[in-house]
């Protein structure tokens, strides 16, 4: 009720500027995706090794992100891991006959699932499963097979 | 023996002072909705709290970008991921220096402004002849600035932020030479709007500490002109022991 | 109360009641013992007195007659009301009715002398915004500032603050107006605007007003009834003329402004002789 002009234009100024600040840094700064229109459908996969995959994680087609893992649970049933993935609904051409893998960005980044497309003419539609999949590469795995087939390649040298 | 006494009276005192921060809050929240009737009031405490704030915010957001440029490229070109400097600093702003710096500084010119004006009235005897024109302390200076304190806070955090991290960008981009391109991509990659709430939330939740112990230790104020001096330095301690420890409880519970 | 001031008050016209009574009041605070069985009346429409030397709890008192502290045992009855049984939302609707002229004017430093006059208009009233302008502009033509309504308090001298929060006291016309220390701090030609201030709204208006003070010489010529507080009760009481000759000697001393007497000169300090030797030694 007191107060005058300048004090109510400078308050005014104040929340919005930070209001703007505010809105600066939610469209400038944090990933887009949460902006697009809504509508989401779900698609699940079944692992045996999701290695460091967390929820929140990227799914991809062609490098390009069309979706975010939702949720992944462990099912005693099946003893493999069930990866809930939800993807935006302006992708709704990917064959079901399609692949899951969990890559890994770059050298130190986060892991995520990439999605290769397959041949069939029928569409994933939500709750529907894909059936190929590859588990994350374990290092230790890896390293076991690499050291197998040294040893096979000096063996089969020495036979010679 | 009276060492042990001590420390038992200090505690019991710490205690009873918990008590009556707690009660001195529920009357202020009581008196709320009768003080939103007055909005000019609120408005004014904005402004005062808030806009007179603004240029020790983005004076210091500028500078504080600004050092994290520098050091954050320094440390991860020991990585060679000097291209990550956009992520490590935006993140770095967003949930921890952007709430926790704009909250110290917040404690230190609003906070103190806050309790000295409250203890001010208190010693002047003003508080006093309200209660005697039956007009409430409380509904009256106490809430008004509490709420502006409250509204204050968090916009001035997401200021900090969004000019630290033009600071960020003016170090690393133009000065050291950091590719703009991924500078902002990788940062819009990384940044979640989560984080950007978490960043808020812990903005509110500091102006609500911040605020609560401004009003309350002015409006308790010994009534002399060395008590207010007493309660607007206790003001700034109380405010940034508790800032930092609401942080480390407000981020691994986010976490 | 001695015989003489109840007759002297008793014969007056048209004082024929008292409007507040502290009837037995013990108060005390931080171990301390303020009051131990203090009884006074202020009657309706008379200018009455309140002393007694310094941290005899003289302000105090003041705090229980509007109850902004209760007291451990006794009554304080205002107009026959109960003050210390009544709830918060009674008791402020009570204090309207009082008025209270703090020691340094208690102005609030914010607001200018206008908004400061009308601030017990718009918090308790929903009077129309021409109405109020009238009331502060006629208040403060009573105490002759109607020209300073725009000035900030800090620019006010002391006298004039002091006459702004009489106008912001009298702003809802109540039937008690409290003066804690008016006097104290003032040049003469300011005093004397105050004590006119302090008799025209009790002769003209016969409000009933209740003045504490040290200041003897100044209440003399006003008050009608005086009490001397000292020791936690009532030392004295009556008009002026029977306080004068008073038989107790620390009346006397206060009354009389006499460097020493039951209340001494000297703090307690060891022997003067004794103390200078060992010095010296």
């Known amino acids: 009720m007191r107060s005058n002009r300048a004090v109510e234009l400078s308050t005014g100024l104040f929340?919005?500027?930070?209001?703007?600040?505010?809105?600066?840094?939610?469209?400038?700064?944090?990933?887009?995706?949460?902006?697009?229109?809504?509508?989401?459908?779900?698609?699940?996969?079944?692992?045996?090794?999701?290695?460091?995959?967390?929820?929140?994680?990227?799914?991809?087609?062609?490098?390009?992100?069309?979706?975010?893992?939702?949720?992944?649970?462990?099912?005693?049933?099946?003893?493999?891991?069930?990866?809930?993935?939800?993807?935006?609904?302006?992708?709704?051409?990917?064959?079901?006959?399609?692949?899951?893998?969990?890559?890994?960005?770059?050298?130190?980044?986060?892991?995520?699932?990439?999605?290769?497309?397959?041949?069939?003419?029928?569409?994933?539609?939500?709750?529907?499963?894909?059936?190929?999949?590859?588990?994350?590469?374990?290092?230790e795995n890896l390293i076991n097979q690499l050291v197998a087939s040294f040893s096979q390649r000096s063996d089969s040298k020495g036979d010679n | 023996m009276s060492l042990l006494r001590e420390i038992v009276e200090n505690l019991r005192s710490f205690v009873a002072t918990v008590g009556a921060v707690a009660l001195f809050l529920m009357r202020t929240l009581a008196q709320v909705p009768r003080a939103l009737t007055r909005p000019g009031l609120i408005i004014d405490q904005i402004h005062n709290a808030g806009a007179l704030s603004l240029v020790i915010i983005m004076t210091c957001g500028l500078f504080v970008g600004g050092v994290l440029g520098l050091q954050g490229y320094d440390l991860l070109q020991r990585f060679g991921s000097e291209d990550a400097l956009g992520t490590a600093a935006a993140l770095a702003l967003i949930k921890e220096l952007g709430p926790v710096v704009t909250a110290l500084l917040f404690a230190g010119r609003a906070g103190t402004a806050l309790a000295s004006e409250i203890g001010l009235m208190r010693a002047t005897d003003q508080l006093s002849a309200m209660e005697m024109m039956a007009?409430?302390?409380v509904r009256r200076v106490v809430v008004p600035r509490f709420i502006g304190g409250l509204i204050a806070m968090p916009l001035l955090t997401v200021i900090f932020i969004a000019i630290g991290i033009f600071g960020v960008q003016v170090v690393g981009v133009q000065l050291l030479g950091v590719d703009a391109a991924s500078f902002w991509s990788?940062?819009?990659?990384?940044?979640?709007?989560?984080?950007?709430?978490?960043?808020?939330?812990?903005?509110?939740?500091?102006?609500?500490?911040?605020?609560?112990?401004?009003?309350?230790?002015?409006?308790?104020?010994?009534?002399?002109?060395?008590?207010?001096?007493?309660?607007?330095?206790?003001?700034?301690?109380?405010?940034?022991?508790?800032?930092?420890?609401?942080?480390?409880?407000?981020?691994?519970?986010?976490? | 109360m001695s015989h003489s001031a109840q007759a002297a008050i008793e014969t007056r016209p048209a004082a024929a009641d008292n409007l507040v009574e502290v009837e037995d009041v013990h108060y005390s605070v931080g171990g301390r013992t303020i009051f131990s069985g203090l009884t006074l009346s202020v009657p309706r429409g008379r200018i009455t007195a309140i002393m007694g030397p310094s941290g005899t709890g003289k302000t105090t008192l003041l705090r229980l007659m509007t109850g902004q502290i209760k007291p451990d045992k006794g009554r304080i009855l205002f107009d026959g009301i109960d003050v210390t049984s009544l709830k918060l939302g009674e008791l402020y609707r009570l204090r309207r009715r009082m008025g209270m002229l703090f020691q340094n004017g208690a102005l609030l430093t914010d607001m200018d002398v206008f908004e400061n006059v009308a601030f017990p208009l718009r918090e308790h009233t929903k009077l129309p915004e021409a109405l109020i302008r009238n009331i502060v502009l006629t208040k403060l033509q009573a105490v002759g500032l109607r020209g300073a309504a725009r000035l900030m308090p800090a620019e006010l001298s002391g006298g004039m603050a002091r006459r702004v929060a009489l106008a912001r006291a009298m702003a809802t016309d109540p039937d008690l107006l409290i003066y804690d220390e008016p006097f104290t701090g003032l040049d003469p030609i300011s005093m004397g605007m105050i004590v006119r201030l302090v008799r025209h709204m009790n002769y003209a208006l016969g409000i009933t007003s209740l003045v504490v003070s040290h200041d003897v010489e100044e209440l003399a010529e006003l008050a009608d009834v005086g009490y001397i507080i000292a020791g936690g009760r009532v030392a004295a009481a009556g008009n002026f003329a029977e306080l004068k000759k008073h038989d107790s000697e620390l009346v006397n001393q206060f009354m009389n402004g006499l460097a020493d007497g039951p209340v001494p000169f000297h703090y307690p300090a060891p022997d003067y002789y004794q103390q200078l030797l060992e010095g010296s030694a």
Do not use: W
């Open chain 2, 135 to 137: 007009v409430d302390p």
């Open chain 1, 15 to 139: 929340v919005l500027l930070g209001f703007a600040a505010l809105f600066f840094l939610v469209t400038q700064i944090t990933n887009r995706e949460y902006l697009t229109n809504g509508g989401s459908y779900t698609v699940q996969a079944q692992f045996e090794n999701i290695g460091t995959l967390k929820p929140g994680a990227a799914v991809s087609m062609a490098g390009v992100t069309i979706g975010r893992v939702e949720s992944i649970r462990y099912d005693q049933s099946i003893y493999k891991a069930v990866v809930d993935m939800r993807i935006s609904s302006q992708f709704n051409r990917i064959p079901v006959d399609s692949d899951a893998s969990i890559m890994t960005a770059g050298l130190l980044g986060g892991q995520y699932i990439g999605i290769t497309p397959g041949g069939s003419e029928e569409y994933l539609a939500d709750g529907s499963r894909i059936e190929f999949v590859q588990d994350a590469l374990v290092l």
């Open chain 2, 186 to 255: 990788q940062m819009r990659a990384a940044v979640e709007v989560s984080d950007v709430m978490e960043g808020l939330i812990k903005g509110v939740v500091f102006g609500f500490v911040c605020s609560l112990i401004a009003v309350y230790e002015g409006y308790t104020a010994t009534p002399t002109a060395e008590g207010v001096g007493r309660a607007t330095t206790r003001t700034v301690v109380i405010s940034a022991v508790l800032v930092l420890i609401f942080n480390y409880m407000l981020t691994a519970v986010m976490l």
